[in-house]
């Protein structure tokens, strides 16, 4: 390991032991990294150098202002300045943004890189008591906050006496980023980080109410671009990359951020997301790669007609699991298969996915190059063809939890035990199952409440639904399915049974809803996941 650069060796002294790290491999020829590597330098600051900083890089949603390769690089240089000359920014110290997608977040998500700091991405819509949870657990000692959402942030600074200075951005103020930054120099030399130095802690969003934070260094980001983006996705310098995803979500950091930049393209970075924008953001700015979750595809599908969406040529959906009948509704509207993929926050982004031409409803894909990947049984034996077990995976990045005692449950054996569960078919397709803890045990049945979920989502008059398994005295549980009805659709006792029935000749009789519940919404994440723990909490025991 070379030497690092982190002055603040906080994140190095938090990594779990070697001993429970998950194994590294890096087996394709574009794996083979220096010792000594600042991402930054990769993505952003070889363009200008090879003569390309004129090119589009950022384009700001709705103002439809556009920042170059060196706009964004002269930006994030001047912002590195004011991080290390007026707060005394260190390398290895951790750096919160928070802020909706924006240039201006990008430019402080590349300054903290260029100072050899840690970038804490969190979302917007976290509160006080959300990011106090963050401040404290990373240590974090300095912040780079959208002034628009300083509120939330100035309450959890009293329970937060690591966090030393917060200075806003998007600000007029004389002390606000844009008036600290204007008077700095747009050179900066970035800090010659160790490939193994720390440069994102990550934080899931964990259903226990204690986030973990995963830690990816500058090789693991680099490693991100050359995998999935090369082998499944095959973007060009001509792209335009649009999507849904908050920047502080990993899903959201490479899809719009990290994969565009890696090759030379330019992406839409929208403050607000739903359908509703997204759709007519696509037309507007001629995007061709899109990036949101099933749930958006879903409701853009109806829309799709109405926009003139000839420009697109590639959708990625991850985030949650992709029903089949999302899949064929969205070729149906628009004519373009979808790449599906999964990935996780510890594993930094997506592992097993596919291209448009080895699509297959219903199952995920193969491991994507750079990565393995296997079923096992809660022993830690393989599984052969057909048996439903934890899904495994390791590649070039993997799970290191900041100073967390869960990181054995997620690294055994080497492998990263992602908690999805997984069959891999005849033709080498891994198919989800469930997550691990999504599986519902009814008189003796294994049921996986997604597979009853796409079975529901078929049905003409069903625009959402969720599916758990709640306690039942004779059959242990009972699969129940939270049901958001089409407009026009009427709820009750006659529509329960309908779609009950429907479930029935559709999949095996034992596995359709006993229970179904209408709501008029379902709980779900910034991101669009479904939250079905909230489900169980609301559920009688």
């Not at 103002?63 to 964004?72: C, F």
């Not at 095959?234 to 899809?255: K, Y």
């Not at 697109?312 to 149906?332: H, I, Q």
């Not at 070039?396 to 990181?407: A, F, I, S, V």
């Amino acid at each position: 390991m070379s030497k690092s650069a982190h002055i603040d060796t906080f994140a190095n002294d938090h990594l779990p032991p070697r001993e429970q790290w998950p194994e590294l491999v890096f087996d394709l020829p574009e794996l083979q990294f220096a010792e000594r590597i600042n991402c930054a330098h990769d993505l952003l600051d070889q363009w200008v150098a090879a003569g390309h900083g004129n090119r589009p890089c950022v384009i700001a949603g709705g103002s439809g202002e556009v920042w170059t390769y060196a706009q964004l690089q002269a930006e994030a240089n001047r912002i590195a300045h004011v991080l290390v000359d007026d707060l005394g920014v260190q390398p290895g110290n951790r750096v919160l943004l928070r802020g909706a997608n924006t240039p201006q977040m990008a430019a402080c998500w590349f300054a903290i890189i260029k100072a050899g700091a840690i970038a804490v991405g969190t979302m917007p819509l976290l509160r006080a008591k959300e990011l106090t949870q963050v401040v404290q657990k990373a240590r974090v000692t300095h912040a780079l906050c959208d002034e628009r959402l300083a509120e939330e942030l100035d309450k959890a600074r009293e329970q937060c006496p690591t966090l030393r200075s917060v200075v806003h951005y998007r600000s007029t103020a004389a002390d606000g980023l844009e008036s600290l930054s204007e008077r700095k120099s747009a050179h900066f030399a970035n800090v010659d980080t160790a490939a193994e130095d720390c440069c994102i802690i990550a934080f899931t969003s964990g259903t226990t109410g204690q986030p973990k934070g995963t830690m990816h260094n500058h090789r693991d980001v680099l490693a991100a671009c050359r995998c999935w983006p090369v082998h499944c996705l095959r973007a060009t310098a001509d792209d335009v990359f649009i999507g849904s995803p908050p920047l502080a979500f990993t899903f959201g950091l490479g899809g719009l951020l990290l994969f565009p930049l890696s090759v030379g393209a330019s992406t839409v970075l929208l403050e607000q997301a739903a359908p509703e924008v997204l759709l007519p953001a696509i037309a507007k700015y001629r995007a061709s790669v899109c990036f949101t979750a099933p749930t958006s595809y879903r409701a853009m599908a109806a829309k799709a007609g109405e926009h003139d969406l000839s420009s697109l040529r590639k959708c990625v959906s991850a985030g949650e699991a992709l029903p089949a009948a999302t899949r064929k509704l969205w070729k149906e509207a628009t004519g373009i298969e979808m790449i599906d993929g999964i990935g996780s926050t510890e594993m930094l982004h997506i592992f097993i996915s596919h291209d448009e031409s080895n699509a297959r409803p219903g199952a995920t894909g193969k491991a994507v190059p750079g990565y393995q990947a296997c079923v096992l049984d809660d022993e830690g034996q393989v599984l052969p063809v057909g048996k439903v077990g934890r899904l495994a995976v390791k590649g070039p990045t993997g799970c290191r939890y900041l100073d967390d005692e869960r990181q054995r449950n997620y690294v055994s054996g080497g492998w990263n035990l992602t908690g999805d569960a997984y069959l891999l078919d005849a033709d080498g397709y891994f198919v989800y199952q469930a997550r691990t803890d999504d599986m519902i045990i009814s008189g003796g049945y294994n049921i996986a409440g997604p597979e009853v979920e796409s079975a529901l989502l078929t049905h003409p008059a069903v625009a959402e639904c969720g599916v758990i398994g709640v306690a039942d005295e004779e059959r242990g549980q009972i699969v129940k399915a939270f049901v958001v009805l089409r407009e026009g659709r009427v709820a009750g006792p006659e529509m329960a049974k309908a779609l009950q029935d429907y479930v029935k000749a559709m999949i095996a009789p034992y596995k359709y809803p006993r229970a179904i519940e209408f709501r008029p919404s379902l709980p779900r994440t910034e991101t669009g996941k479904l939250q079905r723990f909230r489900l169980r909490q609301e559920a009688p025991q």
